[in-house]
């Protein structure tokens, strides 16, 4: 699969977030169980600059999608505050918010499950325009091919409705859709992992090129590291609804500073620039509903048995330590690892 690298991100270390999150916390009940809840995203703090591709990984249930979907302000948050180009999205209602949701967008992991069966490309690409813009109908089934070709479908794709599409071919129609409302963030939720590998490549280069033209920003959820190292600037990494790690890409692949990202790495498919690495993961994650005491990872981590299970791990959780301005972990033997050789501890 051969993809577009992503551009450097130039933005200045003084830039305004275009997405600022703070103490965001999200919980659900657990069924049956009165007053018992699970604490799916746990204190998270981050910010997402304009302009460029923050990816956020971690593994099925770390918490991802729940925090995109509160940023999109699908899911309300249970505590926390989160602003999207300067306005609280927790505090604004009415047509304050309706004009707030056209600038963020979301592509969803399944891309024939996103659209109505029932309707056309045409309808389904105009919705959002007729729903949030007072465009005259002459004008826009006009906006809509113009929407169309910009993803890569000619105007013939009009009248088809989904099952009439590949997927690749559903996945452009949802882009389109997305770019409707000349958004400012677009969350993409694996966006490619539902789509043969043969088009893959074909998405992402597609994205990465309207977020040239369209001066996108992206918050970015998959499992696919090599994607992930293409495509993005900064990298969040989750687990059990923390924040672990946060860094720049490159720094993040080279010397990541939690054990936790690190065995990720080692997990990711070998590459030539991206080599297999001696660090495994124990087990499975625990229940979110009764996580592990002191760092959460610590039933699990490597770099804990290699230093004789410390009692600090499990008595204490933590706290998220910035190594520089830009790049910071949530561990208390972040230093004990060396840069140029993952999974080493150093001495």
């Known amino acids: 699969m051969s993809v577009g690298t992503a551009p450097p991100l130039d933005a200045p270390a003084t830039a305004l977030p275009l997405v600022r999150v703070r103490g965001l916390v999200r919980e659900f009940s657990v069924p049956g169980e009165s007053g018992r809840v699970v604490r799916a995203v746990a204190r998270v703090d981050l910010d997402i600059l304009e302009g460029e591709v923050y990816a956020l990984v971690g593994e099925s249930g770390s918490g991802k999608t729940t925090l995109a979907r509160c940023i999109l302000r699908l899911l309300e948050p249970t505590a926390g505050t989160i602003e999207v180009a300067g306005a609280d999205i927790g505090r604004i209602r009415g047509d304050d918010l309706r004009r707030l949701r056209r600038q963020m967008q979301v592509v969803f992991q399944d891309p024939a499950g996103s659209l109505d069966p029932r309707m056309s490309v045409?309808?389904?690409?105009?919705?959002?325009i007729r729903a949030h813009l007072r465009t005259a109908s002459a004008q826009i089934e006009a906006e809509v091919v113009a929407l169309l070709d910009q993803?890569?479908?000619?105007?013939?794709?009009?009248?088809?409705?989904?099952?009439?599409?590949?997927?690749?071919?559903?996945?452009?129609?949802?882009?389109?859709?997305?770019?409707?409302?000349?958004?400012?963030?677009?969350?993409?939720?694996?966006?490619?992992?539902?789509?043969?590998?043969?088009?893959?490549?074909?998405?992402?280069?597609?994205?990465?090129?309207?977020?040239?033209?369209?001066?996108?920003?992206?918050?970015?959820?998959?499992?696919?590291?090599?994607?992930?190292?293409?495509?993005?600037d900064r990298i969040g990494v989750m687990y059990l609804g923390r924040l672990v790690e946060q860094g720049p890409a490159a720094e993040i692949f080279s010397s990541a500073r939690h054990p936790y990202t690190r065995a990720l790495m080692a997990a990711a498919p070998s590459t030539e620039d991206m080599p297999v690495r001696p660090v495994l993961i124990k087990g499975d994650p625990p229940s979110p509903a009764n996580p592990p005491s002191g760092c959460h990872f610590h039933p699990r981590c490597w770099l804990r048995e290699r230093l004789g299970c410390p009692e600090l791990c499990e008595t204490i959780e933590p706290p998220f330590v910035q190594a520089h301005a830009r790049h910071g972990s949530a561990c208390h033997f972040a230093d004990r690892m060396t840069a140029d050789q993952p999974g080493e501890v150093s001495t």
């Open 122 to 128: 045409l309808d389904l690409v105009a919705e959002p």
């Open 151 to 232: 993803v890569g479908l000619r105007r013939v794709h009009l009248e088809r409705r989904p099952h009439e599409l590949s997927g690749g071919q559903c996945q452009r129609v949802a882009i389109a859709r997305a770019l409707a409302l000349k958004p400012r963030l677009v969350v993409l939720d694996e966006p490619t992992s539902a789509l043969d590998v043969s088009v893959q490549a074909q998405i992402l280069n597609l994205l990465m090129e309207l977020r040239r033209s369209h001066g996108l920003t992206y918050l970015l959820i998959s499992h696919d590291l090599s994607v992930v190292r293409h495509l993005s």
